[in-house]
């Protein structure tokens, strides 16, 4: 809407019910600049390099910009400048003459928009080019090009408007505006009447009406009492199960297990929110490159909703490799190959082996593990997941000097979309050497596990919490020793600041051994130490442990543990994480809290698609005779 003189007290400003409103939030934010930075390249992906404009330029035209946001608010002036492709391409030429004044235009028509989703609707946007006001140029202007044509573009923003008066009807009638950020008196961006009309339709299909529809939804600015009514109308239509359900797109994959899992079946209730965590359900699932569900656009003659979920199968092979670095445990290389489809039915198959100590130990004494792992999704029902492993390693840290293997069998349950439990057999077999010698130990076990987990984002968390607890009840049978270890987590995280650039991200852990007469009755490799990237940052992996009188680590019966960190968001791919962590271990059943370790220091993060690289330092507050001095750690993902 443009208007320079003659304002009418009242203007149909937009938001038809049904269209894209061309002139409000979808023609707005154009890409923001980028600020130069040194580029490097890592398993073949490249950072903190700036995409480069490939595309030929024909009949290059050199611009210059004026550009008067006409206020001092500093978001509006920031809102009015990202919305002008013009401001953000400053220095690249455009094409042609007339590529410029469509440009020109278009910002225009974008700057507009953008001083609407700010509550200004009396705005005026004013264009020149090569001084010229841009509607009275000719249809194919042509400019002198002995420099570059100037474009001046002035932006008078008006007044911020209110909201007035708010109608819902229709379906829509009787709902509060407050629900819908329609709030008489309050500053009437577009965007808020845009999720509001949107917001209508997911609640009426909420209630189990698939056809929900928007047929209104209309703004009228007042310029006189620069207040801007709403109207806002839906069609609810038939409450509707969910009818027969098809699957498209499967080669490999049976499409009978396809819609077991995704838990959607014919008579069940309409829920958008189901369909969603269907949808999510069988991406996680890794076998999909794409999911997508479909809804019939009529009812059945059952009155039930047919639907189709369209999958695109992926590649089911795969391999990798990974590494970490410590300065205090050296390099470790990983690597692993895969199948995600092996019968059919999404069964994973997956064989990993992996070195470390790198740099750190001679050859001899590196940590070596191999391990294949199987898991069946949907083995005993749509919930469940039967997982086995076998597992084998050499590692020599500190404490021991350890020959392990490892068979485990087991199946989880989703009890829900947050809660799940967990349940198996394990048999280890450990020829280990410590401080109470060489020993042997064969233990069965029967491991249990309940997790909660209602984080935001798996790979990096802003919002939530994740909290488990699990017993393993176990039997040596070399000793005839019965002992069982409990161990409980929680983490937490709380955004602060806009755009969650600043998250509080805390934790605590402990855990005790109950059983067993003599420490040396307990595998070395079950009981607790602490220190390391994963526990408390600074310490030596492992090296805080309760100790003998030749200083040699023997490990502990109880552990409590707690870390804190700040994580700040310095720009959209880089943050600085000031932490500290802090733990102890004790030989009791219960920690004694005699020796508390902690330590502090300042970690990088650099956002990825598949996690954010990590680069932790950190100091020891409390540090150990002859111990480590500080820690340095790297890695993918954050700590916790």
């Known amino acids: 809407m443009r208007d320079k003189v003659n304002r009418p007290e009242k203007s149909f400003a937009f938001l038809k019910a049904g269209t894209a409103l061309a002139v409000a939030a979808a023609l707005v934010c154009g890409p923001l600049a980028a600020n130069p930075a040194l580029a490097f390249e890592l398993f073949g992906m490249k950072f903190f390099e700036k995409e480069k404009d490939t595309a030929e330029v024909i009949d290059p035209v050199d611009y210059s910009l004026t550009l008067d946001p006409g206020t001092e608010d500093g978001d509006l002036t920031k809102a ?22 469509i440009k020109a235009r278009d910002d225009r028509d974008r700057i507009l928009a953008a001083l609407y989703e700010n509550g200004r609707y009396g705005g005026v946007v004013n264009v020149t080019v090569n001084g010229q006001d841009l509607d009275s140029l000719p249809p194919n202007p042509e400019f002198n090009h002995r420099g570059a044509i100037p474009v001046t573009i002035s932006v008078e923003p008006g007044p911020v408007f209110t909201f007035g008066e708010v109608a819902f009807s229709g379906d829509a009638e009787g709902r509060n505006p407050a629900d819908y950020g329609l709030v008489p008196g309050a500053r009437a961006d577009s965007t808020i009447i845009l999720k509001a009309g949107e917001k209508v339709v997911v609640d009426l299909k909420a209630e189990g009406r698939p056809l929900a529809k928007l047929t209104e939804r209309n703004a009228t600015a007042d310029h006189k009492t620069q207040t801007v009514d709403v109207v806002i109308a839906a069609e609810g239509g038939p409450v509707a199960p969910v009818g027969a359900v098809g699957v498209n797109g499967t080669k490999t994959v049976d499409p009978g297990f396809v819609q077991r899992y995704s838990r959607i079946n014919a008579g069940q209730p309409y829920s958008p929110e189901a369909l969603t965590k269907a949808s999510e359900r069988l991406r996680a699932l890794g076998v999909f490159s794409s999911v997508t569900i479909r809804e019939a656009s009529k009812l059945a003659p059952d009155g039930s909703l047919p639907m189709t979920i369209e999958v695109s199968e992926g590649k089911h092979r795969y ?7 410590s300065n205090t445990d050296g390099i470790g290389l990983q690597g692993y190959w895969g199948h995600r489809n092996l019968f059919g039915q999404a069964e994973s198959l997956r064989i990993e082996g992996s070195v470390n100590r790198i740099g750190e ?33 050499i590692v020599d840290p500190d404490a021991y000097k350890a020959f392990t293997t490892t068979a485990a069998a087991g199946v989880s349950v989703e009890l829900s979309d947050k809660d799940t439990v967990s349940a198996g057999a394990e048999l280890s077999w450990a020829d280990v050497e410590d401080a109470f010698g060489k020993n042997k130990y064969l233990t069965a076990s029967i491991p249990i596990e309940y997790v909660r987990d209602t984080r935001d984002d798996k790979l990096n968390p802003t919002e939530g919490y994740r909290f488990l607890i699990n017993a393993k009840p176990s039997y040596e049978t070399q000793r005839g020793t019965f002992f069982s270890s409990f161990e409980g987590a929680i983490t937490g995280y709380k955004a602060l600041g806009a755009e969650d650039r600043f998250v509080l991200a805390g934790k605590l852990a402990g855990g005790t051994i109950i059983g067993g007469d003599q420490l040396s009755d307990i595998p070395a490799t079950r009981r607790f130490y602490l ?15 309760p100790r003998n ?7 502990g019966r109880s552990y409590m543990a707690a870390s804190a960190e700040v994580r700040i968001g310095i720009t959209e791919t880089i943050g600085l994480v000031p932490f500290i962590d802090a733990g102890t271990v004790s030989i009791d059943e219960i920690p004694d809290f005699k020796d508390i370790r902690a330590g502090a220091g300042l970690g990088l993060r650099y956002a990825t698609p598949f996690g954010p ?3 932790d330092v950190a100091v020891p507050l409390k540090k150990y005779p002859g111990g480590t001095s500080f820690g340095v750690y790297a890695g993918i993902g954050q700590s916790f």
Not at 319 to 325: I, T
Not at 370 to 392: H, M, Q
Not at 531 to 545: C, K, L, M, N, P
Request: net charge negative; charged share 15%; no cysteine.
């Open 549 to 555: 009188g030749a200083n040699q680590l023997l490990g």
């Open 319 to 325: 391999f990798g490799v990974g590494a970490q670095y």
């Open 361 to 393: 130990s001679d050859i001899g004494d590196l940590d070596y593990s191999t391990a294949i792992l199987f898991s069946k999704p949907g083995a005993f029902g749509p919930a469940s997941t039967f997982n086995a492993s076998l597992k084998a390693s």
């Open 613 to 615: 690289l990590r680069l």
């Open 80 to 101: 009015v400048e990202n919305a002008a492709y013009l401001k953000q391409d400053e220095g690249t030429p455009v094409s042609g003459d007339l590529g410029l004044v």
């Open 531 to 545: 220190g390391g990237g994963g526990t408390v940052r600074g310490y030596g992996y492992q090296e805080i442990s």
